[in-house]
């Protein structure tokens, strides 16, 4: 079965590390995972990568258009996969929830969203899945924050958030959206704190930020597949999770 990931942002250079870019950075991480970062094709107003994730094939499609005009890429390639919106999941930026949170709806109205926005108006429906990832609510302008570079706090958040959000779409790809909200709209960062020398130590190992375990991201799911550093597997029955070899 095909399913579509499509990440919201907007082409150039300039806005190529900004907040309001964060679906794109999504689904670069989500490339990488599935091996398929450098096959990227450029087609129907989008560029997209293939992968396979169990028994199922991954789509992801960064629209070219500006973010007002994301619904010419998502008509385009739903029609040409014939994938219905049922199997399409959208991943976006939202400065009205805090920092790093996560919320997947099944469905719901745009919320303020310009690029959610023009795809309920080309589609004609709200009927269609989306992962919000929060990027906190602005000190000023709402146009500078959401166009604006992560600072430099965010920054070492950056990496545990990106991960949980690929394992919230890759959930959402295998068990549908109603598991994957169950499990990951709970989720958050866990800030360790041990000392104001350590959070500005500037070493990895002593940032203070990890995601909290999982089992979908550290044991199998019901198709027996997990999530491992160079990607997600299948464990071969009565292997443990450190012997998986790939589907």
Not at 78 to 98: I, K, N, S, T
Not at 101 to 122: M, Q, T
Not at 141 to 154: C, I, K, T
Request: one cysteine or more; a positive charge.
């Amino acid at each position: 079965m095909k399913k579509i990931v499509v990440g919201l942002g907007n082409p150039g250079a300039r806005y190529e590390k900004t907040r309001h870019n964060i679906g794109w950075l999504v689904l670069d991480r989500m490339a990488d995972l599935l091996g398929s970062g450098g096959r990227v094709k450029s087609r129907d107003a989008s560029a997209s990568v293939r992968g396979r994730l169990g028994a199922d094939e991954l789509i992801l499609v960064k629209p070219m258009p500006y973010m007002n005009l994301s619904c010419v890429a998502v008509r385009k390639v739903l029609a040409r996969e014939r994938v219905p919106m049922a199997d399409l999941l959208v991943v976006v930026d939202d400065m009205a929830l805090p920092f790093g949170k996560l919320r997947l709806r099944e469905r719901g109205s745009a919320g303020g969203h310009n690029g959610l926005r023009s795809i309920i108006g080309e589609m004609g429906t709200e009927d269609f899945a989306r992962l919000r990832v929060g990027i906190g609510s602005p000190k000023e302008g709402a146009v500078e924050h959401v166009l604006g570079g992560f600072e430099h706090a965010e920054q070492r958040h950056l990496d545990a958030i990106l991960d949980a959000a690929v394992d919230a779409a890759a959930l959402w790809a295998r068990e549908g959206a109603h598991q994957a909200a169950n499990h990951w709209n709970a989720w958050q960062l866990e800030v360790l704190v041990d000392g104001a020398s350590d959070v500005a130590s500037g070493d990895p190992a002593a940032s203070g930020v990890r995601s909290d375990p999982s089992p979908a991201a550290a044991v199998p799911d019901q198709a027996g597949i997990v999530r491992t550093t160079t990607g997600w597997r299948r464990l071969l029955p009565g292997r443990d999770r450190g012997q998986g070899t790939r589907s």
